[in-house]
T-cell receptor, first 111, second 113 residues
Framework: GENVEQHPSTLSVQEGDSAVIKCTYSDSASNYFPWYKQELGKRPQLIIDIRSNVGEKKDQRIAVTLNKTAKHFSLHITETQPEDSAVYFCAASKAGNQFYFGTGTSLTVIP | EPEVTQTPSHQVTQMGQEVILRCVPISNHLYFYWYRQILGQKVEFLVSFYNNEISEKSEIFDDQFSVERPDGSNFTLKIRSTKLEDSAMYFC???????????FGPGTRLTVT
């Protein structure tokens, strides 16, 4: 089955700096890659996603890039704010099947 | 904005007891999922459900687990005889179509003592 690895496990940045979280996947048939943000004690919330027919997608301060050849995708957050502090999970799936999640990155934005 | 809801928010049960976790998916969604998250670990897929049938399940989803859509709105996860290792946060999710994004409920924290 699919194996998703996520790095780093923890990340601290100064407010206003950029944060980058990287994920790799093993199954070349995976074609949908969502990113979820989970604040402490709350539900995972979808923040951005990308499908395999696209190399990059941006939504305000958040962007995701996908390299199908290398089988990795990354989340980029620019101009970070304290409210960006949370655990971020990447996931991969194919053709609408189950999501395989990464192990999560705990992001702390220092004011 | 419609949201997935789950009840109860926290369930404490003794080992060997049966528990039923309840979910109300977003009303026009057709695909339903259960995931679990052991404290501090990643979210793990349990089962997906469509058209009153299980469409996919993981190795975790053994004979102790079952799912049901008893009426037009609820989606339940039953654990027949709970074990200590079943203690986790259980998330329900739903999607409009299997190729669309999944929306998660707030979770039920299950504690097995």
């Amino acid at each position: 089955g699919e194996n998703v690895e996520q790095h780093p496990s923890t990340l601290s940045v100064q407010e206003g700096d950029s944060a980058v979280i990287k994920c790799t996947y093993s199954d070349s048939a995976s074609n949908y890659f969502p990113w979820y943000k989970q604040e402490l004690g709350k539900r995972p919330q979808l923040i951005i996603d990308i499908r395999s027919n696209v190399g990059e997608k941006k939504d305000q301060r958040i962007a995701v890039t996908l390299n199908k050849t290398a089988k990795h995708f990354s989340l980029h957050i620019t101009e970070t704010q304290p409210e960006d502090s949370a655990v971020y999970f990447c996931a991969a799936s194919k053709a609408g099947n189950q999501f395989y999640f990464g192990t999560g990155t705990s992001l702390t934005v220092i004011p | 904005e419609p949201e997935v809801t789950q009840t109860p928010s926290h369930q404490v049960t003794q080992m060997g007891q049966e528990v039923i976790l309840r979910c109300v998916p977003i009303s026009n969604h057709l695909y339903f999922y259960w995931y679990r998250q052991i404290l501090g670990q990643k979210v793990e897929f349990l089962v997906s459900f469509y058209n009153n049938e299980i469409s996919e399940k993981s190795e975790i989803f053994d004979d102790q687990f079952s799912v049901e859509r008893p009426d037009g709105s609820n989606f339940t996860l039953k654990i027949r005889s709970t074990k200590l290792e079943d203690s986790a946060m259980y998330f329900c999710a739903s999607s409009e179509d299997r190729f669309y994004e999944q929306y998660f409920g707030p979770g039920t924290r299950l504690t097995v003592t």
